[in-house]
């Protein structure tokens, strides 16, 4: 491969320099810098900039800002129209499964939050107060507007950490257009919540969160 430039050679210094380039662009960047020196000057910089960033210490997301960028995440997915596509096809064919099966699995997931929640006993040891583990609960809800022309109840479980913040949460009921879970993920970042106990120590922990008339206001 033969380059007619400086700047089609420089295109190509990322690459050189992190070894990747195929061997053939590999072999034509050598030999174009052992004839050009503002290219290899160039380069040097590259390599420079290059060790600076690699030394860099990687700074650690906040809970919060995760959930956030999670949110534009979410919002940038359901604005592409394949997503959007997929997501009608799912509100078309949900309505088919979701009555004979939601009942039985909120019940199940109920079920398994209130096992998770009882504290471990030793055998033949002394039983454990049921106030030393207390599942998450419901502090504030941010006022947004869930409203669903569909008439169907609203059921998520919500996963909450030991700060009191939702990091995520599932729809079990309900139908999940795009405009419901960018208002779902809005609610999500603003609510407040009491985080599980155990043992008297705040840990994470899972919600069931019910909405029967499906707008909730502050």
Do not use: W
């Amino acid at each position: 491969m033969i380059f007619e430039s400086c700047s089609e050679i420089r295109a190509h210094f990322s690459d050189y320099i992190d070894g990747v380039c195929p061997a053939e662009t590999c072999h034509s960047v050598r030999y174009h810098l052992a004839h050009c020196v503002p290219c290899a000057a160039e380069l040097e910089r590259y390599e420079v900039l290059h060790a600076e960033l690699r030394s860099l210490s990687r700074q650690q997301v906040t809970p919060q800002l995760a959930l956030r960028l999670r949110v534009r995440v979410s919002q940038e997915l359901h604005r592409n129209f394949f997503q959007r596509l997929m997501v009608r096809l799912d509100n078309i064919f949900k309505p088919l499964l979701l009555p004979s099966v939601t009942g039985a699995l909120v019940s199940i997931v109920c079920i398994g939050l209130m096992l998770s929640s009882t504290a471990p006993r030793a055998s033949g040891g002394p039983d454990v107060p049921l106030d030393l583990v207390t599942p998450p609960r419901v502090q504030l809800l941010a006022p947004v507007n869930l409203d669903d022309t569909s008439g169907q109840p609203l059921v998520l479980v919500t996963h909450v950490n030991a700060e009191g913040r939702a990091t995520s949460y599932t729809i079990l009921s309900g139908q999940a257009t795009p405009s419901l879970i960018q208002r779902l993920d809005q609610m999500m970042y603003y609510s407040l919540f009491l985080p599980a106990t155990s043992f008297g120590q705040p840990t994470s922990g899972d919600v069931v969160l019910s909405f029967r008339r499906i707008t909730v206001r502050g």
